[in-house]
Structures are given as C-alpha cells and as structure tokens.
C-alpha cells in the first residue's frame, strides 16, 4: 500500500485517467471528489463487497439450477 499525505485542494493522479483530490478535512473525515472515466465503476468499498458477495451467491444459485436441469434430463 502506498501512503500518501495531502493538504485540502491537493489531489493525486491514477493510471493518468483517475483524479482524487482532497475536498475538505473535518475532524477524523474527509471528504474527497473522485474524477474518472465513465466506464470506470468506483464504489465505497463495503458496497464493492456487498456486490461481490450477491454476485457470487447468484452464480452458485444459477450453476445449481443449471445442474438440476441436466439431471433431470
């Protein structure tokens, strides 16, 4: 992991297309804007995870009704 230290209005560059630049600092939080590319998803990592998890739960639902109608043929 690399760790960087900004200042509000300071922002660091990603693969020379993804932008994130330090909004404001309250306290412990900090807001920051996030500039990329269209076809770029960003997400908050606990809803990157919930959808990971619903997404590896319907393969395993999909590949047992898949398996299910092979048996039944």
């Known amino acids: 992991m690399l760790a960087l230290t900004r200042k509000k209005g300071e922002a660091l560059v990603i693969n020379n297309n993804i932008e994130i630049t330090v909004l404001e600092i309250r306290g412990d939080q900090i807001k920051i804007g996030i500039s990329a590319p269209k076809d770029v998803p960003v ?6 995870l919930q959808i990971q998890k619903e997404n590896a739960a319907a393969i395993n639902i999909d590949g047992l009704e898949m398996l299910k109608g092979l048996i039944k043929q």
């Open 43 to 48: 997400y908050r990592k606990e809803v990157y």
